[in-house]
Every structure is written in structure tokens, then in C-alpha cells.
């Protein structure tokens, strides 16, 4: 059954430096989210993206956020000086559609750890 | 503000009891999603609710949806201890949005 990988499973990073977190979403979809969850908290939408350009972004998606979708199969987030409060689960996303029959599917996630 | 919120967030029963979950939402949403997720796991789909009334069941959960009431219910039949993780619900108040419930912490206790 296809399903969305990424890579790291765990990515450990001192404060200020950049991340890249990689996604790899099934290869039929066309809309890839990205989301995050802070430990024990609930899962928050960070930003959306189909026809390589962003579609939505919520106020945490700020200027030290970008995505990209770099080659046919990879779904990148990059954060660009990374702070302590960064630290969290981030979950890719996949979907066929972004209409009304929409369901996302979801990746493992990637920890990040910000030291 | 968009605001999803679920009750209860800690649950504790015992395994052979029913319970259900509320959502509400704030915003018009004609469609509603409910996930679970294990610790330290990925999110995994149980339903989509699509219209007013919708009704899904699978096994020992049920999930219904009243638009007009901005309430979605996820009911647990004779809850076995496999059904212990974090239920989520979410809405998506436009085409490419998601906003999750703070989850409900479910244990099922022997």
C-alpha cells in the first residue's frame, strides 16, 4: 500500500542553524501539507502546497519557513535559523485532491530537536 | 478565531463500556475528520464525514456529524484495550486548511 515517508525519523540541531526536513508523498497526489505537533500538544497546520506554490499558510509559517518541491517526488520544509520553541513532531502530508473528498494521508514525522 | 474543541480530553474506562467524544467547531465546515494516533506515532484516518447527518461506522467506533449543530460525535462501543491512543478530530474550514482539536486521551482499562 503506498504510503508518505520522510527523512530523518530524528534530526537533533543547535539553535540558529538551518533544517531541512524531507517528505516523499504518494506518488499519485498532488497536495502536500506540512504539520506540527509540540510534544503532548495538538496538531497544528503549517502550510499547504499544490501546483508548486504555497496554497495556504497559517500564522506559524513565518518568514523562517519555506517549502519546496525540488525534484517530481520530494516535499521539502526548510527552516532557516531554527529556535528552541521549533522543537517539535512535524507531519507531511499527502492528498489526491484538495476538494471536497479530500483525505490527507499522513507521514511517520520527523522529531526535531533544537538544542 | 477558529476554535475546535474536544471533550473529553482524558479518558479513562473500562474495557466492555461505551463513551462517546464530542467535537465542536466554530466555523462552517461541511466536512469533519476524525484520526488516532499512538504515542509516538503518525496519524492514521478513521473517517470522513462529509454531510449533515452522516453516520460512518467501523468495528467498535461510530462517528456522526450535525453541521447545523457544529457537532461531531465518535462513539465507542464495549471498548476493548486496543482502542486506547489520542483521538483527534479536525475540520477544514477551506479546501487546503486543517485545524485539529486539542485530542482525547483514551485508555481503556481491563
Known amino acids: 500500500e503506498p504510503e508518505v515517508t520522510q527523512t530523518p525519523s530524528h534530526q537533533v540541531t543547535q539553535m540558529g542553524q538551518e533544517v531541512i526536513l524531507r517528505c516523499v508523498p504518494i506518488?499519485?497526489?498532488?497536495?502536500f501539507y506540512w504539520y506540527r505537533q509540540i510534544l503532548g500538544q495538538k496538531v497544528e497546520f503549517l502550510v499547504s502546497f499544490y501546483n508548486n506554490e504555497i496554497s495556504e499558510k497559517s500564522e506559524i509559517f513565518d518568514d523562517q519557513f519555506s517549502v519546496e518541491r525540488p525534484d517530481g517526488s520530494n516535499f521539502t520544509l526548510k527552516i532557516r535559523s531554527t529556535k528552541l520553541e521549533d522543537s517539535a513532531m512535524y507531519f507531511c502530508?499527502?492528498?489526491?485532491?484538495?476538494?471536497?473528498?479530500?483525505?490527507?494521508?499522513f507521514g511517520p514525522g520527523t522529531r526535531l530537536t533544537v538544542l | 478565531e477558529l476554535k475546535v474543541e474536544q471533550n473529553p480530553l482524558f479518558l479513562s474506562m473500562q474495557e466492555g463500556k461505551n463513551y462517546t467524544i464530542y467535537c465542536n467547531y466554530s466555523?462552517?465546515?461541511?466536512?469533519l475528520y476524525w484520526y488516532r494516533q499512538d504515542p509516538g506515532k503518525s496519524l492514521e484516518s478513521l473517517f470522513v464525514l462529509l454531510s449533515n447527518g452522516a453516520v460512518k461506522q467501523e468495528g467498535r467506533l461510530m462517528a456522526s456529524l450535525d453541521t447545523k449543530a457544529r457537532l461531531s460525535t465518535l462513539h465507542i462501543t464495549a471498548a476493548v484495550h486496543d482502542l486506547s491512543a489520542t483521538y483527534f478530530c479536525?475540520?477544514?474550514?477551506?479546501?487546503?486548511?486543517?485545524?485539529f482539536g486539542a485530542g482525547t486521551r483514551l485508555t481503556v482499562k481491563p
Open positions: 502530508a499527502s492528498s489526491e485532491r484538495g476538494a471536497q473528498y479530500n483525505e490527507q494521508f
Open positions: 479536525a475540520v477544514r474550514p477551506t479546501n487546503n486548511d486543517m485545524r
Open positions: 466555523t462552517t465546515s461541511d466536512r
Open positions: 506518488s499519485n497526489h498532488l497536495y
